[in-house]
């Protein structure tokens, strides 16, 4: 595979797409002094992913409200006029979580398959899943803004139950893995109270229970913005994994 890659790479510089620096390796393994080639990818090659956490046209008035509202508190002013963190976070969404970690190290096989995130796979705007979620540290919660597009109809003119409980998890396993570190789900209760409508904006909204050992229990309510109707009620139970687990199967 090393050797593959580097006659890309020759090929790139060959075509003048690719530049080169050198410089001294001083590290074990290697002879201090060493000259090494660093070859540099154009930025093109990279192009920056689509943060689906942002506002986009197809977003209601509804749900464009609601993320002003948390968005607002990302940031505060102090009383001498200066800017800093507020009590909650947006936390950015791509459709494949491994690629643009921050600082993360992926497989070349997931790389160069077509996997995509279930809730971001759709490219038509507002057609499915539309969500952000916001995360505050000190209180333990996590928030999302849900606005479900008319492609996860189940009964007439409602959306679908399996499409509401791929949000719970969503929701309460991203919270689960900011308190615990990585997760997998081991079990979701869950009680449908009142359908959602299609097009409409919900609020869910995640807790912290309690931590036993491996186990996060979290709880999770569905509601109208503005807390009035109450369409789902839920308690998942999380189990903390190691990198072995996961990539082991």
């Known amino acids: 595979m090393a050797r593959s890659v580097g006659r890309i790479c020759k090929g790139f510089q060959r075509l003048g797409l690719l530049s080169k620096q050198t410089q ?10 060493t000259a090494r080639t660093i070859v540099t990818l154009p930025s093109f090659l990279f192009p920056q992913p689509r943060d689906f ?6 977003w209601g008035s509804e749900m464009t409200r609601m993320y ?3 968005e607002s508190q990302c940031e505060v002013e102090t009383e001498g006029g200066q800017k800093q ?15 643009y970690a921050t ?15 279930f809730t971001r796979n759709i490219r038509n705007p507002g057609a499915a899943f539309e969500y952000v979620l916001f995360i505050n540290k000190e209180e333990q919660k996590c928030v999302c803004i849900l606005q479900a597009g008319h492609l996860l109809e189940g009964p007439p003119g409602h959306v679908h139950g399996g499409a509401i409980a791929t949000m719970i998890d969503t929701v309460t396993g991203t919270h689960a893995t900011f308190l615990s570190g990585p997760v997998m789900t081991a079990n979701l209760n869950i009680n449908y109270r009142r359908p959602i409508p299609l097009g409409g904006t919900v609020l869910l909204e995640s807790s912290l229970e309690k931590k036993e050992g491996r186990k996060t229990f ?5 509601t109208s913005t503005d807390g009035s109707k109450l369409h789902t009620e839920t308690s998942a139970l999380f189990l903390s994994i190691t990198a072995s687990h996961l990539l082991g199967g």
């Open 24 to 33: 001294l390796v001083p590290f074990t393994r290697v002879p201090v002094g």
């Open 218 to 222: 979290i709880t999770c309510r569905v």
């Open 68 to 70: 002003e509202h948390y």
């Open 53 to 58: 956490s942002l506002p986009n046209p197809s």
């Open 103 to 117: 600082g993360g190290v992926y497989l070349s096989k997931m790389i160069q398959s077509e996997a995509r995130l």
């Open 85 to 99: 963190k507020g009590p909650w976070r947006r936390l950015p969404s791509y459709n494949r979580l491994l690629k």
